[in-house]
């Protein structure tokens, strides 16, 4: 079993960036595709990134798109998400997850089929 745990979370103002890490264990991160979401109180989750399993194809949120990047680092079993250009509404839990499946169309990586969610990580913006 693939255990996944959040971490890099903090309190930033708009603008300002985070770097959140995804620290697996268990199995070999190699054989996964890895997918943030975060959700925000009230709202639903909403997933924002993944990367493919060798870190060739990420894939992004409209929301997020040109702000944040998602990397892997297999060796470390870990896989990050580098935050810039932080806004209000980024504020939430941030969590990580293994993708069940992963498709790529027209070029594009589409990942499903995530098992659970960690525990998450909060990150908080305010001015």
């Known amino acids: 079993q693939l255990t996944l745990v959040e971490s890099g979370g903090g309190l930033v103002q708009p603008g300002e960036s985070l770097r959140l890490s995804c620290a697996t264990s268990g199995l070999p991160l190699g054989s996964y595709a890895i997918g943030w979401s975060r959700q925000a109180p009230g709202d639903a989750r909403e997933v924002i990134s993944c990367?493919?399993?060798?870190?060739?194809?990420?894939d992004y949120a409209r929301s997020v798109k040109g702000r944040f990047t998602i990397s892997r680092d297999n060796a470390k079993n870990t896989v990050f998400l580098e935050m810039n250009n932080l806004r209000l509404e980024d504020t939430g839990i941030y969590y990580c997850?293994?993708?069940?499946?992963?498709?790529?169309?027209?070029?594009?990586?589409?990942?499903?089929?995530?098992?659970?969610w960690g525990q998450g990580t909060q990150v908080t913006v305010t001015s």
């Open positions: 990367i493919d399993d060798g870190g060739r194809m990420t």
């Open positions: 997850s293994a993708a069940g499946s992963t498709s790529y169309v027209g070029g594009t990586l589409r990942c499903s089929g995530f098992g659970s």
